[in-house]
């Protein structure tokens, strides 16, 4: 197992816990507007729901200057009575630490793996720190499978503006459901719950100095879940509201780094997802219901021109990757009509797996290649967004699960292609 160095006084304040049930994980870096709240949930969710049991809430920070830890450990909790606690329950201890590592939400969750381990916890859940939409009954939807051993993985499932996860929507969705033939509809979604034997496996993998430290971080967890058949559900969230990004302006570096650490996974289990035939549904808890979200604003004329720039300028490089009857309808798609402009799924879904296989090959510097895609996901993204302006969340829905399909039904092109052998020997 890699070492994972805590602070001494970290360390100390963990021994001096000694065991505990159950942790919840909070990553943050400049996060004080919003992570008091997320604390408070945490807190009068431990208490509802798992009143007999010895919790910790751990904040592992990025090295906050805005007062982010200080709000953790000084958010006082609601009157319990309010959220119908009749009985008298300890509040779950607080710790908030600095990591050590690379900057990112991935050496953030490593130290919460750690912590977990050596407090010997049973279940743990981890939940992002700009959440406005939590609230305590998330805790016994993402850590109640896990007590009751009924599963070692949470993934959540929301409600969600139809603009907002465009990555987990136009790539990582389609391409894990088809990988892995599980439809684990928000694999990056940011909040889970897993046991501590599955924790202790993370804590594990040599990875911490790739993109897994990064944002690459929650696709390794849902991925490593499923390829190593740990028994995973879906638990029903509500809406996910939070600082949600505009596609074109925010997400293109978590774009390379989620899917830079997809196509590692690909190699990673090159001797799981050739032998996985379609998909299947994940069991789901929770009682799903429609919740209203806060709009995402989307600026179109911005995808579409980094687009037609990426046509113009990386067509010799995409060359070496896609091939011709590819570029051509690259270049056909290029318009000044937004509302004309549109990406077939067949084109989107071939071009993320030559992806994969260039990755694999090592074609073109890695590098290189994921910064190429950006042009690419925003164009599909600008697709997606004219094709779905007027759409409701039913047709939405229904939109992605056609996508999914197609990627299924074209992935004997990446099994046929494939040209690495297994990377690591699955237990």
């Excluded at 599963?151 to 892995?180: C, M, S």
């Excluded at 949600?244 to 774009?255: E, F, N, R, S, V």
Aim: with cysteine.
């Amino acid at each position: 197992m890699q070492s994972t160095p805590l602070p001494p006084a970290t360390e100390a304040q963990v021994r001096a816990i000694g065991t505990a049930d159950l942790v919840v994980g909070i990553p943050s870096y400049n996060n004080a507007s919003t992570i008091g709240h997320v604390a408070r949930a945490a807190g009068a969710g431990l208490a509802k729901y798992f009143p007999g049991a010895k919790a910790v809430i751990v904040n592992s920070d990025g090295g906050s200057t805005d007062g982010t830890p200080r709000a953790v450990l000084e958010a006082e909790l609601p009157d319990l009575r309010t959220v119908l606690v009749d009985h008298a329950a300890g509040a779950a201890a607080r710790i908030s630490t600095p990591y050590h590592g690379i900057p990112g939400k991935g050496s953030a969750f490593r130290t919460i793996f750690q912590i977990a381990d050596l407090l010997h916890a049973r279940a743990c859940a981890v939940v992002d720190s700009d959440l406005r939409s939590i609230t305590p009954a998330w805790f016994e939807l993402l850590l109640r499978p896990i007590v009751d051993g009924d599963f070692d993985y949470v993934a959540p499932l929301y409600h969600r503006h139809k603009f907002d996860g465009t990555i987990t929507n136009g790539i990582v969705y389609p391409l894990t459901r088809a990988l892995y033939g599980r439809r684990i509809r928000q694999p990056i979604g940011g909040d889970f719950g897993f046991s501590g034997e599955l924790a202790r496996v993370y804590l594990a993998k040599p990875v911490w100095g790739t993109d897994v430290a990064r944002f690459g971080i929650d696709i390794w967890m849902t991925t490593t879940a499923v390829a190593e058949r740990f028994r995973i559900c879906q638990a029903y969230l509500g809406a996910k509201i939070h600082d949600a990004k505009d596609p074109g302006a925010d997400l293109t570096a978590m774009m390379t780094q989620v899917v830079g650490s997809c196509f590692d996974l690909v190699e990673t289990y090159a001797g799981v997802w050739p032998e996985v035939h379609g998909s299947e549904p994940v069991p789901l808890i929770g009682f799903p219901h429609a919740v209203g979200v806060d709009p995402v604003a989307v600026n179109l004329e911005r995808l579409l021109t980094i687009y037609a720039q990426g046509v113009h300028e990386l067509r010799e490089l995409w060359g070496r990757v896609l091939p011709a009857r590819l570029l051509a309808a690259l270049a056909d798609a290029v318009t000044t009509d937004a509302a004309r402009f549109h990406l077939p799924d067949p084109v989107w879904a071939e071009i993320i797996y030559r992806f994969a296989l260039a990755h694999a090959r090592h074609a073109i510097n890695r590098e290189h290649l994921l910064g190429s895609l950006i042009p690419l996901y925003l164009g599909r993204t600008a697709s997606f967004v004219v094709e779905m302006q007027s759409a409701g969340p039913a047709e939405v829905e229904a939109r992605m699960e056609s996508l999914a399909l197609v990627f299924e039904h074209l992935k004997p092109l990446l099994v046929a292609e494939w040209p690495v052998k297994e990377k690591e020997t699955v237990s």
